[in-house]
């Protein structure tokens, strides 16, 4: 005889997630077993079993819709992404910005966000130094961007999710400090 879960007393937990950006319309029903917990998909609530929304948007990796890197006109980088969200990226920034574990280093060491210009050192004098502009530019698989940047650095690896991430945007700074400060 096969075992058979029992109605209701069999429920785990229920996630409900009303801002959830995705369309999936999958429910999960979670059941005890004697030997853990058994997932079980459905396509629609029963009325013996609680059910959990699948929703994959926590997860889900931030694509993008279109990039527009402007290495002629030296203005930056645009990208437009699959939830219709906006970012632009000067090249100044996203040097700044750079991932790579030399540049977040010394970020860290002077407590600078990713994008903040370097501090002078106090009492030194500010050098010149040409603007930031990409010499090369390069997809990485499906999933970043690499810059060779005119200083020669070519070492940082911009993933799409480290590029939402850091948007430099009115919309999506906020939200940064309002996260922080909870």
């Known amino acids: 005889m096969a075992w058979r879960p ?5 429920f785990v937990h229920t996630i409900t997630r009303p801002e959830c950006r995705c369309a999936r319309q999958e429910f999960l029903v979670l ?4 030997t853990g917990v058994l997932i079980a998909l459905v396509h ?7 059910v959990v929304w699948l929703c994959d ?6 694509d993008p819709k279109s990039v527009k890197v402007n290495v002629t006109a030296g203005t930056g980088m ?3 992404w699959k939830d219709g969200h906006r970012s632009s990226y000067s090249f100044i920034f996203l040097r700044d910005a750079c991932p790579c574990a030399l540049c977040d280093e010394e970020r860290s060491k002077t407590h600078r966000q990713p994008g903040d210009p370097p501090k002078l050192a106090a009492g030194a004098l500010p050098m010149f130094k040409p603007a930031a502009k990409p010499t090369n530019v390069e997809p990485v698989g499906k999933y970043a961007i690499r810059f060779q940047w ?7 690896i911009y993933s799409w999710q480290f590029l939402r991430d850091v948007c430099p945007c009115t919309e999506c700074k906020s939200a940064r400090i309002a996260e922080k400060a909870i």
């Open 6 to 10: 029992k109605p209701k007393s069999t």
């Open 44 to 50: 629609g609530p029963t009325p013996d079993f609680p």
């Open 150 to 156: 005119n200083d020669g650095h070519a070492l940082g």
């Open 57 to 62: 948007t926590e997860n889900m990796q931030p």
């Open 31 to 34: 059941v005890a077993h004697p």
């Open 78 to 80: 645009d990208i437009e």
